[in-house]
């Protein structure tokens, strides 16, 4: 097992904490991971990237992701702005933070999830901005099985506290139940 | 055994923290800033017994802890780049008074143009001062190389300052699993720092004074004996590890498939991994290649370099730096080491991946795959240089 993953958000959203909590709950299941974000500087609000390879053998190689197998979009207004299947391998998978059914290549699997409802509903809001990266964490172990459920959740319980680590636990699970193929 | 998803930077911070570091001093310059920022977190929540002390530059940084190292204490400071270049002077007051010291450099190129992104020119700017010098080629070898880098520089037989590099980004910033051991075992490991002199008001006496030519010429044959001692206690303090904690890399260099080889890729830091893959594949089309990676390149691993090279049929040499006017900096030293007995292999040596352009471990195939067939189609040469760019620049669109 090896894969590659993008992950495409805005600056403030959690990208790069995702994908950190991505490795940490692959550890938890005695695989391997690397995450990293887009190398440059990073502002509130600008689209940011952040990386991160699974494996179930140590991970030697430092270089960029350019052809993921699965790419993660935490913000639906992304879609008019970049090409979030640029390098996804064919069969790959989308997995997006949308309401609507979003339209992408025919040549990938594509998921859907109402990330931002489910921040807002368990008020995971920093200044403002919903924090929807947890539940994308959710949504991404569903649609793909990258890692499972439950280490999400155990690593969540572990980076967080009390009712915000609870908040965010119930978050994961909403996703991960809610989340639909549409293609 | 304690395994934790850390980034480059916080695994350096962490070996800090298990070596007992009295006093640390920096100035902050990306990427090097969350070392010293996870350091200051570790001091203020107790979790590590220090001194952090604030300077207005890296020069005085550098100033600050090698005040603590002669006064006995165990110190450490981190930079990068225009930092590092800032610091140069006091590096070689810190190598020439014989203090163990222990600096994280965080490799990035030099501007201008400004760029923030891993070469290795920084580091390498400062190979004749005198330090010993290491680069790791993965989060766990930042903190394995920085823990030992406290036992090499103060082993009485070399006393001499030690940098531990590592690729910006690419190790600084990216989060991979690091056994950052346990307390205890490193307390039983890690002897009490010892060293040449201690600065002690009850005990006067002179540094640094004016000194005859002889004099002077005497103190830097001392150091070049050190260094060359260095050579041994690296390769110890990296058997002894290994036995003691279960991860030992090989002593000056590591040598990964290249003692079937005929054709061996030289590198150092990160892009040695994508280096390592980049011959698995090779390996799996018929290819008898291997990786030999620098791990430290002062002291220069001569003996190495000749053990395991001279033999070959080919080798190329990849370069994250370059010393204008005479090419890559690894490629000039393997090369002329190579020279200095019989008739050497044929010799490559290829500058790519400065000021962070991304090398992909199909790129480095490519690249090594170009040259096995030159050598093959054209016969032996002697020396050869070119520039590499990646045939796509794939995430210029992006951020």
């Known amino acids: 097992m090896f894969v590659e993953i993008r992950f495409h958000g805005r600056g403030g959203q959690g990208a790069v904490t995702a994908a950190n909590l991505l490795v940490a709950a692959a550890l938890k299941e005695n695989k391997y991971g690397q995450a990293f974000p887009f190398f440059g500087a990073e502002r509130r609000g600008a689209p940011v990237l952040a990386f991160a390879r699974i494996s179930d053998r140590p991970i030697k190689i430092h270089s960029e992701i350019r052809s993921p197998d699965i790419v993660v979009v935490l913000d639906p207004s992304l879609l008019e702005l970049v090409d979030v299947t640029r390098g996804l391998k064919k069969g790959g998978v989308v997995v997006i933070n949308s309401k609507e059914t979003p339209s992408i290549g025919d040549e990938y699997n594509v998921y859907v999830v109402d990330a931002t409802s489910i921040a807002l509903k368990y008020k995971l809001v920093v200044a403002g901005w919903p924090l929807v990266n947890t539940a994308m964490l959710g949504a991404l172990s569903s649609a793909t099985g990258v890692v499972g459920l439950k280490s999400i959740v155990s690593v969540v319980e572990e980076n967080w506290r009390g009712d915000v680590a609870k908040r965010n636990v119930e978050a994961v699970i909403e996703a991960f139940n809610s989340t639909r193929k549409v293609r | 055994m304690v395994v934790l998803p850390l980034t480059?930077?916080?695994?350096?911070?962490?070996?800090?923290?298990?070596?007992?570091?009295?006093?640390?001093?920096?100035?902050?310059?990306?990427?090097?800033?969350?070392?010293?920022?996870?350091?200051?977190?570790?001091?203020?929540?107790?979790?590590?017994?220090?001194?952090?002390?604030?300077?207005?530059?890296?020069?005085?940084?550098?100033?600050?802890?090698?005040?603590?190292?002669?006064?006995?204490?165990?110190?450490?400071?981190?930079?990068?780049?225009?930092?590092?270049?800032?610091?140069?002077?006091?590096?070689?007051?810190?190598?020439?008074?014989?203090?163990?010291?222990?600096m994280a450099i965080v490799t990035r190129a030099i501007g201008p143009p400004w760029n923030i992104w891993t070469d290795h020119?920084?580091?390498?700017?400062?190979?004749?001062?005198?330090?010993?010098?290491?680069?790791?080629?993965?989060?766990?070898?930042?903190?394995?190389?920085?823990?030992?880098?406290?036992?090499?520089?103060?082993?009485?037989r070399v006393n001499l300052p030690m940098i531990v590099g590592l690729d910006a980004f690419i190790l600084s910033h990216t989060t991979a699993p690091v056994d950052v051991l346990e307390q205890e075992d490193v307390d039983r490991w890690l002897p009490e720092r010892k060293q040449l002199y201690v600065i002690d008001p009850n005990n006067r006496f002179s540094l640094g004074n004016i000194a005859s030519p002889k004099d002077y010429m005497m103190f830097r044959y001392d150091i070049e004996k050190a260094m060359d001692n260095a050579r041994r206690v690296i390769l110890e303090v990296d058997r002894e590890y290994g036995k003691v904690f279960g991860r030992e890399y090989g002593g000056l260099v590591e040598c990964y498939k290249c003692s079937d080889a005929k054709y061996t890729v030289v590198a150092m830091g990160a892009w040695a991994g994508d280096a390592k893959e980049a011959i698995d594949i090779l390996r799996d089309n018929g290819y008898a290649v291997g990786v030999l990676r620098i791990r430290f390149i002062r002291p220069l691993p001569v003996n190495e370099i000749l053990n395991y090279l001279s033999g070959m049929k080919g080798v190329i040499v990849l370069d994250r730096s370059v010393s204008f006017g005479a090419g890559g900096q690894l490629f000039t030293e393997v090369s002329s080491i190579l020279a200095s007995r019989g008739r050497p292999p044929a010799m490559k040596g290829v500058i790519a991946?400065?000021?962070g352009v991304d090398v992909s471990y199909s790129e480095i195939k490519d690249i090594v795959l170009k040259f096995i067939n030159e050598v093959e189609d054209q016969g032996w040469f002697i020396k050869r240089q070119e520039w590499f760019m990646p045939y796509e620049y794939s995430f210029k669109d992006y951020g």
């Open chain 2, 121 to 156: 020119s920084d580091l390498l700017d400062q190979r004749d001062t005198g330090w010993i010098i290491s680069m790791a080629e993965s989060n766990q070898e930042a903190f394995d190389l920085t823990l030992q880098a406290f036992k090499i520089t103060e082993d009485d």
């Open chain 2, 353 to 355: 991946g400065l000021g």
């Open chain 2, 8 to 102: 480059g930077n916080y695994a350096v911070a962490w070996a800090v923290k298990r070596a007992r570091v009295k006093v640390i001093a920096a100035y902050p310059i990306t990427p090097q800033t969350t070392i010293v920022e996870k350091l200051s977190e570790m001091v203020e929540n107790g979790e590590l017994d220090a001194k952090m002390i604030r300077v207005e530059s890296e020069h005085s940084a550098l100033a600050a802890v090698y005040g603590a190292a002669i006064a006995g204490a165990r110190a450490f400071t981190a930079t990068s780049s225009h930092g590092l270049l800032y610091m140069h002077e006091v590096l070689w007051w810190v190598s020439a008074s014989r203090v163990p010291l222990v």
